[in-house]
């Protein structure tokens, strides 16, 4: 690599960006969706929400699908392909007719399309770089919170200016346009003649040794499961908040137009975040010590709002606790890369990844659970807390993995 050349693998980062901002409108557009499907259809909020549910189990088997091919197979293909899948799924909604449709279209095929647009670019992106990788899984998966900034907005604007089925074909033509920047990615740095960035540093030494790791051998350490472990509970954490924090300000007193800002300062504090802990922190701590800072300060800043609900304290803790949940996100499959090496990355993060799904399923239905009880919010925000102290006592555990060798007499 020149050392004036333009390196490639950053036109990789801006294009793994883009395809993730797809994956945030699967998940920022459904609940606005939500109360006209439940009306067109005659539906419970329970049921609409069914739909939610079902969409985040194949997601879940389209992660470990999409993470064994991306290691044998063309990443450009697989993502645009699969992708595709989902691009349709919103068509096919929009002239859905019935409940069982709607399942089909909205919550398989959305679901299995979703599972190849996060952990297809992640995955590149890992080969890609070996110094600065975290900042650059950082800038990619920043597309979520982005996609939450704008989506909301759009997708609302969309359905009251031409209905409901109109804005599903109108997402789906858009989903298919920013699905061609797939075609930019290429798998490895190798194919154009390169070397992964920062082969050469300090950075690529915390990787010796890691890059013959099977699935298998990373799923039999102990270390791969307390990170599914804090995964799955910091997504849990993190889904109570999104589901109940608007209910909980409304309920608290605060006018729906106001409440309705805490999320996109959860938004904002998310994208300075990512970048603030991949691309700063990460040269003065070690990526699991940041785990840990994470999960305790996101634990602590929803003190803030069980102790004052303001409009100062709300809007102040959306952007505190984006901000710190924003900072553990990439730091998984950073970790992920240096603990057990690029050539099985696919297959165990494909693995790693359904702790999102099964949290999309839990944290809901939890927080649902607990509302049902007692009728208040604030149960709901304590757990969240709870499950995210835990977490943060969980990554202390995490230890660099110590690959077993067979003794070979001499």
């Known amino acids: 690599?020149?050392?004036?050349r333009f390196?490639?693998?950053?036109?990789?980062?801006?294009?793994?960006?883009?395809?993730?901002?797809?994956d945030g409108m699967v998940l920022y557009s459904f609940g606005i969706f939500l109360p006209y499907l439940n009306e067109a259809f005659g539906l419970s909020t329970a049921v609409g929400s069914s739909f939610f549910s079902l969409r985040c189990v194949c997601?879940?088997?389209?992660?470990?699908f999409a993470g064994r091919l991306i290691d044998?197979?063309?990443?450009r293909y697989l993502t645009f392909f699969g992708g595709l899948i989902g691009a349709f799924g919103f068509l096919l909604s929009?002239?859905?007719?019935?409940?069982?449709?709607?399942?089909?279209t909205y919550s398989v095929m959305v679901g299995i399309g979703d599972g190849f647009l996060y952990i297809l670019p992640v995955t590149v992106i890992s080969r890609w770089f070996v110094k600065k990788r975290a900042l650059a899984i950082g800038v990619a998966t920043a597309g979520v919170p982005v996609s939450g900034l704008v989506v909301n907005p759009l997708?609302?604007?969309l359905i009251e200016s031409f209905?409901?089925?109109?804005?599903?074909?109108?997402?789906?033509?858009?989903?298919?346009?920013?699905?061609?920047?797939?075609?930019?990615?290429?798998?490895r740095p190798e194919e154009m003649g390169l070397r992964p960035y920062g082969e050469n540093s300090e950075d690529a030494a915390k990787d010796t040794g890691a890059s013959d790791?099977?699935?298998?051998?990373a799923f039999s350490h102990s270390s791969f499961w307390l990170m599914y472990a804090a995964f799955f509970f910091g997504f849990n954490t993190f889904l109570i908040i999104i589901v109940n924090l608007f209910n909980f300000s409304v309920g608290s007193g605060i006018s729906p137009l106001v409440a309705a800002g805490a999320p996109a300062f959860i938004g904002v504090g998310s994208i300075i975040g990512r970048i603030f802990f991949s691309g700063v922190v990460t040269n003065i701590l070690k990526d699991v010590r940041i785990l840990f800072v994470c999960y305790f300060l996101q634990a602590a800043s929803i003190i803030l709002i069980l102790s004052v609900v303001e409009v100062w304290s709300l809007y102040l803790f959306g952007f505190m606790f984006g901000f710190f949940y924003s900072g553990w996100v990439p730091m998984f499959p950073t970790i992920l890369g240096r603990f057990y090496g690029l050539t099985s990355l696919g297959s165990i993060f494909g693995i790693f990844g359904t702790g999102f799904s099964l949290a999309a399923i839990s944290g809901p239905l939890i927080s649902g659970f607990l509302f049902d009880m007692t009728q208040s919010y604030q149960n709901s925000l304590i757990v969240a807390m709870a499950a995210s102290f835990v977490t943060a006592l969980l990554t202390l555990l995490i230890k660099t993995p110590a690959k077993k060798t067979d003794k070979i007499a001499t």
């Open 213 to 217: 790791w099977s699935p298998k051998e």
């Open 7 to 22: 390196f490639y693998g950053w036109v990789i980062v801006i294009a793994g960006h883009l395809l993730i901002t797809l």
């Open 163 to 187: 209905g409901y089925e109109r804005a599903l074909v109108y997402l789906s033509v858009i989903f298919t346009v920013i699905l061609c920047s797939a075609l930019l990615v290429k798998n």
């Open 59 to 64: 997601m879940a088997f389209s992660f470990v």
């Open 1 to 4: 690599m020149l050392r004036n």
């Open 72 to 75: 044998t197979h063309d990443a």
């Open 94 to 104: 929009a002239y859905a007719e019935n409940t069982w449709e709607l399942y089909l």
């Open 155 to 157: 997708t609302t604007w």
